[in-house]
């Protein structure tokens, strides 16, 4: 006998509700978010035989199912800081890094002004993007700002990881059950499940690609918050002890793009030299940018490069040597539905479901919405996750101490993570919202957020 998703996501309001009621409001936003993405289901699924239904969206899109974990943990949110901390809404100051955020959240709206055929659904979206996006960019931008808040948030997502730890043990050895023995149908439950020693985990995330990045980030912040010695225990646990266990489970659970990820950032957050730092991430956004450019407009085939070009063509053999063949398949994707993504290049389709006319839909969430609302709903995604990084790395106050410069460090190696997966993979870890969102404050706003963490931290 299975919970039902539908109670579980209803049920949650009223038990968020009480950890606001019981624990300061730093404390009760991320049992919310991080404890609500740890535990709750995505959405209230219904079951398909297909082996591959690959017409089911991330949460962190509007689809055809309103009631999610992203909309639940976001009015969850609202609602527990209007009723016990209505007050301190009255300290945020609305700032030019808000306009991004606000814009995605309008885009369904503006995009289906454009088609009035889906006037309703660019109604729901934009109700839907505010829940899942602007409330906790919004209690991001107001709660946890300044270097004691932004160090807990750190600490709550280590913490994630290691309270997946023994689950996801079990679920490389037996393979992805979880979610199935608790709320039943996972529609990608065993795709790519099968991996080189035992299984993939899920546990109770969206897929194993997300689970890869939630222990590849969890991983991440520990190894910094260690090196850094930012924090020397975390849930009693020697902080050296907590990094390695993260680390080795990260490997177990063989999520290639995730570890990868993760060798390439880990260096860049503990690199102490801000020439160097600002170098090489001024290169890896290019990096993304020029990427997702060369995805979106369709002008270069990385399919034919691969066959055409000797370097690329090893690697890809290489790939489907290993049995790595999603990467290639991703990229076909996109490519045959790019025709479909840039009919309305400005504002896209107004539809979550635009790529139904192709083959399949694209897995890269820049590229879905591309076709669900163009290059200003990409810009504005771009800049959600970009802004906090170039705030924190090249507008860093002088007067900021070394300690809070590591910090902010880490979490620019955490966005860029985020930023790599969703070149390639559409389910974000929303929580994460509350970290990008400290990061793009500036310093008279930090000194407001000090005056009220000392009120309610």
């Known amino acids: 006998m299975h919970l039902s998703p539908l109670v579980a996501l209803l049920a949650w309001f009223p038990l ?105 659904e660019g109604v729901s979206g934009t109700c839907y993007q505010t829940l899942s996006w602007g ?26 990881g290691v309270c997946y730890l ?35 985990p899920i546990v109770f995330l969206e897929d194993g690609n997300q689970l890869g990045i939630w222990m590849a980030a969890a991983t991440l912040i520990a190894i910094c918050l260690y090196m850094r010695r930012l924090a020397t225990r975390i849930l009693g646990l020697p902080m050296a002890w907590v990094a390695a266990a993260l680390a080795v489970v990260t490997l177990l659970c063989q999520s290639a793009g995730s570890i990868l990820l993760l060798l ?4 860049l957050a503990l690199t ?20 997702a450019l060369i995805r979106m407009t369709g002008k270069v085939s990385l399919r034919a490069i691969a066959q055409q070009n000797p370097i ?38 107004g539809r979550w479901n635009w790529w139904q006319e192709g083959d399949s839909r694209p897995w890269s969430l820049w590229f879905l919405v591309l076709g669900m609302y163009g290059l200003i709903g ?15 790395v090249w507008a860093s106050a002088p007067g900021n101490s070394s300690v809070q410069f590591d910090l902010r460090l880490m979490m620019v190696a955490l966005i860029l ?28 706003q930090v000194v407001h957020a000090k005056i009220l963490a000392r009120r309610v931290l």
């Open 135 to 160: 409330v906790p960019w919004i209690f991001g931008r107001l709660y946890f700002s300044e270097y004691q808040s932004l160090l807990l948030a750190a600490k709550a997502s280590v913490i994630a």
């Open 417 to 444: 993570l985020v930023a790599f997966d969703n070149l390639l993979n559409g389910a974000m870890i929303l929580p994460y919202l509350l970290i990008f969102a400290g990061m793009t404050t500036n310093d008279r």
């Open 272 to 291: 102490n030299q801000r020439i160097v730092l600002r170098a090489c991430i001024a290169v890896l956004l290019c990096t993304i940018a020029v990427f």
């Open 264 to 267: 390439l950032l880990a260096p």
């Open 312 to 349: 690329a063509h090893s690697i890809s053999v290489a790939l489907n040597d290993v049995g790595r063949h999603s990467f290639a398949w991703r990229l076909g994707r996109e490519e045959s539905d790019m025709n479909i993504a840039l009919a309305n290049p400005l504002l896209g389709s």
């Open 166 to 200: 023994p689950v996801c043990l079990i679920e490389i050895f037996t393979g992805p059950q979880f979610y199935a023995l608790v709320y039943g149908y996972q529609p990608y439950r065993w795709i790519g499940a099968e991996r080189y020693v035992g299984f993939r």
């Open 16 to 120: 968020g509700l009480i950890l606001f009621r019981r624990y300061p409001v730093r404390v009760a936003l991320l049992l919310n978010f991080f404890g609500g993405w740890a535990i709750l289901p995505g959405a209230r699924y219904t079951p398909t035989a297909e082996l591959f239904p690959y017409w089911f969206l991330g949460v962190c899109l509007p689809s055809n199912y309103f009631l999610t974990k992203a909309t639940v943990t976001g009015l969850t949110a609202l609602a527990g800081v209007l009723i016990f901390h209505f007050a301190d809404l009255k300290q945020f100051k609305p700032a030019f890094s808000d306009l991004p955020m606000a814009l995605w959240c309008l885009i369904p709206l503006l995009s289906a002004i454009t088609h009035w055929n889906t006037i309703h």
């Open 378 to 392: 990409l810009t504005a995604l771009a800049l959600i996750l970009f802004l906090p990084v170039i705030i924190a």
